[in-house]
């Protein structure tokens, strides 16, 4: 149940990646790119997630998912503070 | 104690005049009403260069205070406000400005932020569009 | 309680304000373009937030820890049913 949920999770981020790189080509608005890193990060978060369920608990890989999640939410306010616009 | 520009004149800067050059563009055009400008003569008199005034003439052309005109000779503008309520409101405008000019530079530069956050918020919104879609 | 626990318990903390804010970005931006997308993608967020405080708070064996992930699945269902309703909107729109 837990393993679909973070598959579909790292799924969805990954369109939302996907959606606003495409976004960003057309726009060139600088928040689009750093949301889409942003959903990026939070995909590989979810993917570690998943591993970490599938494989053993490992707890080394607790504070590296965390820290894949943080950094991917700093840059995503780094987007919306600084960034927003050409 | 002088209090906060008056409402009517915050949307004439907001969707009339829309930047600092444009408010300037204005103001010039209306001190000389009678005459038409063309785009070197604006910015000889100004001191800025052409491709700055461009741009800033749209909003108040398509707002109704300037006219735009293309003929054999060229391209002139000249101050021609549609109703004479515009009129008038430019007119406090300008004494306004005269007055309170650093005020008035900060609402403008407040619009300015505020239409480029809009701009963001739009582009961020219409990347989950998926396929093509015509814009509205 | 470990480094590495008291290392992640940090780092959730930061994920969980971290997403506050960004929801509060959000509600900025539903509020100037009045795009609901907006509005799903704010909850989503701040029950991302909820998920990780509720690591936090509960710390709970790692077995009933998946209860708490269903809030992140519900923050990403948000985010889903938001791009759907954007994308239902726009094709209404001639």
Known sequence: MAEAVYLLCALTSLVCAVLLLRGYRASRTPLLFWSCLCFVGLAVNNVLLFVDLVIVPDYNLRVLRAATALTSLALLIYGLVVAEAK | MSDSIPEDIGRLLADGVASLEGLEVLLLLRKERVRAWPLDEIARRLSIPQSSIEPALEEPVRYGLIEHERSSAGEIWRFAPRTPELDALVDRLASIYEDRRLEVMRLLSAHAMERIRNSAARAFADAFVIGRKKDG | ?94
């Not at chain 3, 909850?43 to 708490?68: C, M, V």
């Not at chain 3, 992930?69 to 923050?75: D, F, G, N, Q």
Request: charged share 15%.
């Open chain 3, 1 to 94: 309680m470990s480094t590495a626990d008291m290392v992640n318990i940090f780092v959730q903390g930061g994920c969980a304000m971290a997403c506050w804010v960004i929801g509060l970005f959000f509600l900025r931006y539903w509020r100037v373009s009045g795009d609901r997308l907006f509005l799903f993608f704010l909850a989503s967020f701040w029950a991302f937030a909820l998920s990780w405080i509720g690591l936090i708070a509960f710390n709970p064996a790692d077995d009933t820890r998946h209860w708490f992930y269903v809030a992140r699945l519900v923050a990403f269902l948000l985010m889903i049913a938001g791009i759907i309703d954007k994308n239902r909107r726009s094709a209404r729109r001639p």
